[in-house]
């Protein structure tokens, strides 16, 4: 009999946590899991799932006005979204989605605790006033959105809330220039807010490719977004109509509400880290080696709270490692080149590798770019452009960075990733017959470098 009451706790029952939990379970050892908000973690309640739900229903304006080019008899201009009728059906989504995750921890026998866990010592950790110890542990508690602290910042909302926002402002504004910011900035001016988003840097997606990030601009402000770059916000008042946002020193804009959308931290506050000597870096987050362990040999973490790559199919590889390793006796790490990613933005993202710029560093490459208008608005009429680019390794003509923004984009780059997993090159693209009509044959029938 075990000295411990489990062979593996988990803190943290989001994606990486559950799929750790539930394998480990699989494979013969005494899990127990502890969260104190709702099980499923920022990927299912507070992020890309309700999120993507939005996506889709502030999407529909469009819709309906490129279905009377298609012949169909519809009045746009009297359509109007039942914000809180969409927000009712996402919520009770959410509810399905976590009776499901409780159904997972339980059918593979792993025990859910309900409460806040804090390390005690290297084998004991405190739940909700509960002594638990274990053989091993695991810290999956994710991230939370990060804010400056200026003044006035206790009236803004932050991802969490906006997704539960019950009644629709007229004016808005979004400070931050990441994915997040650009998804919700597409999602309340598709539901017909009108938009501000505010960025410090000179344009948006810091990190995505420079064609990426110029191209998505171009479009969001043909939407009506009002993207204002180079502006540092100072203050936030709150007035008897809504917020003043004081920027560069002096400026005032009126709005009736403002988020926040500046980055996300690692979430190790309060954990008991620091007495155990736990390592982290100078994002506080938690320092761990090539198998997830930290510098206390028997506590391991993984996913956002490792902030290492801050996708929730990262999280949920990592867990299936970290089990595999320490109860079925194969370890094994996370590959994490080319990893495929989205940005549900209007039009979205889909892109796989390196950027251009990433690309030049390590040595001579060939790039290829298409822009054109998705057949689709051949016949509505819509101003929005597609665009396509890969780049290619002269030395060895594999395709090493692919990015698309259009319609459809992220389903067409999760099947390229998988080519570019097993080391397509540019040939093996030339060689593939293209389905047509599609947007993804371009990629297939590129032939004309770009640079």
Not at 42 to 65: D, N, Q, S
Request: proline share 4%; charged share 25%; aromatic share 6%.
């Amino acid at each position: 009999m075990s000295q411990y009451d489990y062979d593996l706790f988990v803190i943290g029952a989001g994606s990486g946590g559950v799929r750790a939990a539930r394998m480990s379970a699989g494979f013969g050892a005494r899990v127990g899991v502890c969260e104190d908000m709702r099980v499923g973690g920022t990927c299912v309640m507070r992020g890309c799932v309700p999120k993507k739900l939005l996506v889709y229903g502030a999407h529909f304006h469009e819709e309906i006005e490129d279905a009377q080019a298609y012949g169909w008899s519809v009045d746009a201009r009297s359509a109007t979204i039942d914000w809180p009728r969409l927000i009712a059906k996402k919520d009770a989504e959410l509810h399905r989605l976590e009776g499901v995750y409780h159904s997972i921890l339980s059918n593979a026998g792993v025990e859910l605790i309900n409460g806040r866990g804090t390390l005690v010592d290297a084998h004991t950790i405190d739940v909700a006033g509960k002594t638990i110890t274990a053989d091993k542990i695991l810290i999956a508690t994710g991230g939370w959105p990060s804010m400056p602290k200026i003044p006035g910042i206790e009236h803004v909302i932050t991802s969490n809330e906006a997704l539960d926002i019950k009644d629709l402002p007229q004016r808005m504004i979004i400070v931050g220039g990441g994915y997040i910011a650009v998804e919700f900035a597409g999602v309340f001016n598709g539901a017909g807010v009108e938009v501000t988003e505010i960025i410090r840097a000179p344009n948006i997606l810091r990190g995505f490719d420079e064609d990426v990030r110029n191209h998505l601009r171009t479009e969001m402000e043909k939407k009506g977004i009002s993207i204002r770059t180079e502006t540092v916000v100072d203050s936030i008042a709150k007035t008897a109509n809504g917020y003043t946002v004081t920027a560069n020193g002096g400026e005032a804009l009126e709005t009736d509400l403002v988020m926040y959308a500046t980055g996300r931290t690692p979430k190790t506050e309060n954990l008991g880290l620091e007495n155990l000597g736990i390592e982290l870096d100078r994002a506080r987050a938690i320092v761990v080696d090539d198998h997830y362990q930290t510098s206390v040999d028997n506590i391991y973490a993984i996913g956002d709270v490792t902030n290492r790559v801050n996708l929730t199919p990262v999280a949920l590889a990592e867990g299936m490692a970290l089990a595999n390793k320490l109860f079925n006796n194969t370890p094994r790490s996370v590959d994490y080149d080319f990893i495929p990613s989205a940005v549900f933005s209007h039009p979205p993202i889909g892109s796989v590798g390196f950027t251009e710029d990433q690309a030049r560093e390590k040595g001579p490459i060939d790039v290829y770019v298409s822009t054109f208008k998705p057949m689709k608005h051949t016949l509505s009429g819509r101003d929005e452009k597609g665009l396509m680019k890969l780049i290619v390794e002269q030395k060895t003509d594999r395709v090493i960075g692919l990015h698309l923004v259009g319609p459809d984009t992220p389903e067409i780059a999760q099947g390229f990733a998988v080519a570019m997993k097993a080391g397509a090159t540019k040939a093996h693209f030339d060689s593939t017959v293209g389905i047509h009509p599609t947007a993804a044959e371009e990629l297939v029938t590129m032939r004309e470098k770009t640079r």
